[in-house]
Nanobody
């Protein structure tokens, strides 16, 4: 079954950059729909960026033009390049996926965390 391990979080000043990675094992990344979500203290988990099986990308409005999601099938890694970071980007960041291509098609573009089956443990991003 799919396992996800995030890395790359840290503390940066506003305007800085970070690159998050999510190592995927147990399944070929090229066949997965995947997403990055984040959760700040006291808030619900929210979708940030999503990439479909066909590599179509979508972003929540607050990160458009600043964040870039990508998946690299050569090393089975999902990435999130985050530029021009703002204090409101502070949160725990999680990568999620579903290994069902039917589910990926039916839930294409979904920002609901319940629509993804597998999650990593998260990596903390703090912007001051």
């Amino acid at each position: 079954h799919v396992q996800l391990v995030e890395s790359g979080g840290g503390s940066v000043q506003a305007g800085g950059s970070l690159r998050l990675s999510c190592a995927v094992s147990g399944y070929g990344l090229s066949s997965l729909c995947m997403a990055w979500f984040r959760q700040a203290p006291g808030k619900e988990r929210e979708g940030v960026a999503r990439i479909e099986v066909d590599y179509t990308k979508s972003y929540t409005d607050s990160v458009k033009g600043r964040f870039t999601i990508s998946k690299d099938s050569t090393d089975n890694t999902l990435s999130l390049q985050m530029n021009n970071l703002k204090p409101e980007d502070t949160a725990m960041y999680y990568c999620g996926t579903d290994d069902s291509q039917l589910a990926c098609r039916l839930r294409r573009g979904s920002w609901s965390s319940s629509d993804l089956r597998f999650w990593g443990q998260g990596t903390q991003v703090t912007v001051s």
